[in-house]
């Protein structure tokens, strides 16, 4: 465990910290991070997005078919609850796909906490990381507050101890191309105002 860590923190994170970035990760909490990332998936023509607990589905499919965006790009995490289960279901698709190095998108109403996390929990992984933090517009993704921070960060420290080599399951991870837009479109989605 400790042996494996310190592998990943001391050789991985340096080296892949220099790599170009192999993939954008979305926080899930604000519509207008998917429209960044699909906005950035304009430049980044060949990497995959992970969108973890983000917007409803419509809204998702809606974002990216107007970025023109190939759906089989961009993947969906529908399992996490929460900012530290965001990291906790995405690692281990980002390392079955070989990520050296992700562009984190999330708002500036979600740091610090959100780029602490990713330092530990990514960094515990070799996992390099870019954060781009957006201005909140529209309805808020997240109330921060002392208490949940230290919760978050402590937690993520006794993680990236003790969770080397585990993957927790996530049975909901999609890719956008896998789900029935039919399926979805019955439902009363409020996507805010995003064209």
Known sequence: MLGSLLFHLCVRLPLNQGQPIDAIFVL????????????????WTDIPILISSGS??????????????????????RCA?????????????????????????????????AQWLAQILF???????E?????????PGNQESLVKTIVDV???????????GINLPCQEIFRLDQ?????????????ERIF
């Open 28 to 43: 899930g909490g604000s519509i207008q991070r998917e429209i960044h990332a699909a906005q950035l998936a304009t430049q």
């Open 179 to 191: 789900i029935d837009p039919l399926a979805h479109s019955t439902l009363d989605q409020h996507c």
């Open 81 to 113: 609850k929460s900012t530290f289960e965001n990291f906790l279901f995405s690692i281990p698709l980002l390392k079955n796909w070989q990520v050296h190095r992700v562009k984190m998108i999330t708002s500036v109403s979600h740091l610090p906490r």
């Open 154 to 164: 402590s937690r993520s420290f006794i993680w990236a101890i003790l969770g080397q």
């Open 131 to 139: 954060i781009e933090a957006l201005q909140e517009r529209g309805r």
């Open 56 to 77: 409803p589905v419509p809204c998702v499919q809606a974002i990216f078919q107007k970025a023109v965006i190939a759906p089989q790009r961009v993947w969906l995490e």
């Open 123 to 129: 960094g515990s992984q070799g996992i390099g990381v």
